[in-house]
């Protein structure tokens, strides 16, 4: 292993780790760079991505019960969201919000300092009366930064399904240590894509304008781009799949020939056989039933759930017990 940066080094040895592996894997987390940030933004205007749009209905619809279960029974609330994206659905309630005269303040974490500077800039023009308060890093680090001062309700959004790229092993794990972050009578405001017709799903994950497949290959190009390795694109097909049994969709890169890539901040080379895949993201969805199961698991119940007009997405508001 070479010895750059900190950042680049664990990027390295993740690489090295999933590569090696059996079978192959890359996390999901190294999607984010600057390209790929563009190309998610991009796949959440795909005609076939769903998701977006349901819970941008949500928001639109049904903000003024959205703030009312946010307030209960307090006059003011710390709103943190974990992942923020560019926060074009969440400006809805944001504007709103605002407009109504809430004392609030908006916390967003996201683990791209590009996505949090321009979501920063477009917020300082759209919404100028808004308190932001953007922390780069990772969730938990966040949390505890801005718990330090933990004088108010905080409402933690995790939207976009951004659980469901948990496996369901690591998922309830992930929410229990969420709920160890905050205090008793803190809500969080979750959501998750729901089952449904398994060819809906799938189209979600394989657009025919092929921005998916782009996206999953970018991951290719950064690690040739910022490891130094030799990955021929052509050399790769993106092929989902979806489970209507477990409620998982998979995407997967397969290598279409017997080859072998060689990366330099490594040193070492890794055999692909024919059709040999790599796992790159999971995409769980879920029933009502397991909804209530996680909350319960990781110490909330849930208060109320938000659905879109066809019932394919929810955003589910739990309180800290």
Not at 6 to 14: C, Y
Not at 120 to 141: C, E, M, R, T, W
Not at 297 to 307: R, S
Request: hydrophobic share 35%.
């Amino acid at each position: 292993m070479s010895d750059t940066t900190a950042t680049l080094s664990t990027f390295a040895r993740d690489i090295h780790s999933g590569l090696t592996s059996n079978p192959k894997c890359l996390s999901s987390k190294y999607f984010y760079d600057e390209k790929g940030d563009q190309l998610f933004q991009s796949i959440m205007d795909l005609e076939e991505y769903y998701l977006t749009r349901c819970e941008f209905e949500i928001f639109d619809q049904q903000k003024e019960e959205i703030l009312k279960s946010f307030l209960a029974n307090d006059t003011s609330f710390k709103l943190v969201e974990l992942g923020a994206g560019d926060g074009t659905k969440t400006k809805i309630l944001l504007k709103h919000f605002t407009n109504e005269g809430v004392d609030f303040s908006y916390s967003p974490i996201d683990i791209s300092q590009h996505v949090l500077d321009i979501l920063s800039g477009d917020l300082k023009k759209s919404i100028p009366k808004l308190h932001v308060n953007a922390i780069q890093g990772d969730y938990f680090d966040a949390l505890a930064k801005l718990n330090e001062n933990h004088f108010q309700k905080e409402v933690v959004l995790f939207l976009g399904s951004n659980i469901g790229n948990f496996s369901n092993g690591s998922a309830p794990k992930f929410l229990k240590r969420l709920g160890d972050n905050l205090s008793s009578g803190d809500l969080l405001f979750i959501g998750f894509d729901l089952m449904k017709d398994p060819n809906v799903i799938l189209s979600a994950y394989n657009d025919k304008l092929g921005v998916t497949k782009e996206f999953n290959l970018n991951l290719l190009v950064r690690i040739n781009n910022e490891l130094g390795a030799n990955f021929d694109l052509e050399g790769f097909e993106h092929f989902p799949t979806y489970d209507p049994i477990t409620g998982e969709t998979k995407s997967h890169l397969v290598s279409n020939k017997a080859q072998q890539v060689f990366i330099e901040a490594t040193g070492e080379t890794y055999s692909f056989d024919a059709w040999e895949a790599i796992h790159t993201e999971v995409s769980q969805k879920y029933s009502l039933k397991s909804i209530r199961q996680f909350a319960e698991q990781a110490g909330f119940k849930v208060m109320k759930n938000f659905t879109d007009k066809n019932n394919y997405y929810v955003d589910s508001l739990w309180e800290k017990i």
